[in-house]
C-alpha cells in the first residue's frame, strides 16, 4: 500500500464537476483506492461516494493505494487532485 496527502485546492470543494472527473479517472486505476479526511474514507471510483462526502476548499485528504498498478495510480491521483480536477 502507497499513501500521499495532498490539499484540495478548488474553490468549491468536490461539488459535482471535479468530482465526476476524480471518479473517472480513479475508475481506470486497478488498485482499490481510498480517500481519507479526519472523519471520511471514501472509495472516489463512485461520484455519488465523492460527493456525499463533501470535501471543501482547503481539506488536506490522503490518497491510498493498494494493489498491483498502487504506485502508477497514487500518482495519476494525486496529480489530478493538484492540477484542480479540470477546473
Known sequence: MVSRSVTL??????????????A???????????????????????VLNIMAAAIKCGTEVTVECNGETEEEDLK????????????
Open 9 to 22: 485546492t478548488n474553490k468549491s470543494g468536490l461539488h459535482a464537476r471535479p468530482a465526476s472527473e476524480l
Open 76 to 87: 495519476m491521483i494525486i496529480e489530478a487532485i493538484e492540477s484542480g480536477l479540470g477546473e
Open 24 to 46: 473517472r479517472i480513479a475508475s481506470k486505476c486497478k488498485s482499490d483506492i481510498t480517500i481519507k479526511t479526519e472523519e471520511k474514507r471514501i472509495n472516489p471510483k463512485s
